[in-house]
C-alpha cells in the first residue's frame, strides 16, 4: 500500500510508520511526505529516508485549506499514486476536493478517545476535565472537525502530577503503536 504523510509537526508518528515498515511488520511504502509548514520536522524526517517531500503552504487561512492550495494537495497524492491518505498530525482541515479524490482512503491520529475533547491540545482538555483516562484515536476523515467513523482507539490513564507535557508523551506512545497497526490492517484488506 502506498502511503501519503501529510503533517505539520516533528513527525515522530511518521517515524513509528518507518520503523514499522523497517521492522517487516507493515507491508507498505511512504511515498511522499507534504507539510503545509516550511521546515516542520516531519521534512528532515521524511528527507533523511529518502521519500520526495512537498512544502503546500496556504497564505490565506490559518486552519484550513484554500480551493487552490487543496487541488494542489490532490494533484501531488494523485501524481505520487496514494492509495491511503494519512494524517500525522496535519493542523488543516481538509474538504470535499481531498475526500472526493480519496474516498475512505484518507485517515487521521487524533489524541483523544473521540468523541471526547475534539480539536485542539485535547490531552490538555482531558487534564482540565479531570477524566481518569484519555487516549488516542484512529479515525476516517470526514468533512467535520475529529467526527469520521473510528476505526481503532487506544487506552491511556491520568497518573497523579500528570502535566499537559507528561499526559501528552504518554498519549503519543499510544499513537506509535496504534497507527501502524491501524495501517497494518488496511492494507491486508487492501490487497
Ligand atoms: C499527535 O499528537 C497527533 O495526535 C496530533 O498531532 C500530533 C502529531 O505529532 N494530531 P507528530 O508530528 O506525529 O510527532
Redesign the pocket.
Known amino acids: 500500500m502506498r502511503l501519503g504523510i501529510l503533517?505539520?509537526?516533528?513527525?515522530?508518528?511518521?517515524?513509528?510508520i518507518l520503523r514499522a515498515i523497517q521492522a517487516g511488520e507493515l507491508d507498505a511504502t511512504v511515498v511522499v511526505a507534504i507539510s503545509d509548514v516550511p521546515g516542520?520536522?516531519?521534512l528532515d524526517l521524511a528527507s533523511d529516508a529518502g521519500i520526495p517531500t512537498h512544502t503546500l503552504v496556504e497564505p490565506r487561512y490559518k486552519s484550513r485549506l484554500s480551493a487552490e492550495v487543496e487541488a494542489e494537495l490532490v494533484s501531488v497524492l494523485q501524481a505520487a499514486e496514494v492509495d491511503l491518505v494519512v494524517?500525522?498530525?496535519?493542523?488543516r482541515v481538509v474538504k470535499a476536493p481531498l475526500l472526493e479524490a480519496f474516498p475512505r482512503r484518507v485517515i487521521?491520529?487524533?489524541?483523544s478517545l473521540l468523541p471526547d475533547f475534539r480539536g485542539r491540545e485535547?490531552?490538555r482538555q482531558a487534564l482540565e476535565a479531570g477524566v481518569e483516562k484519555t487516549g488516542?484515536t484512529v479515525h476516517y476523515v470526514d468533512a467535520g472537525v475529529d467526527t469520521g467513523e473510528i476505526l481503532a482507539q487506544a487506552e491511556v490513564p491520568l497518573i497523579p502530577g500528570d502535566t499537559p507535557e507528561s499526559l501528552?508523551a504518554r498519549?503519543?506512545a499510544a499513537?506509535h503503536h496504534l497507527y501502524p497497526s491501524v495501517i497494518r490492517q488496511l492494507a491486508k484488506e487492501n490487497r
Open positions: 503533517g505539520s509537526g516533528k513527525g515522530s508518528n511518521l517515524g513509528a516542520a520536522g516531519i494524517l500525522a498530525g496535519y493542523m487521521n491520529i487524533h489524541p485535547a490531552w488516542c501528552h498519549i503519543q499513537e
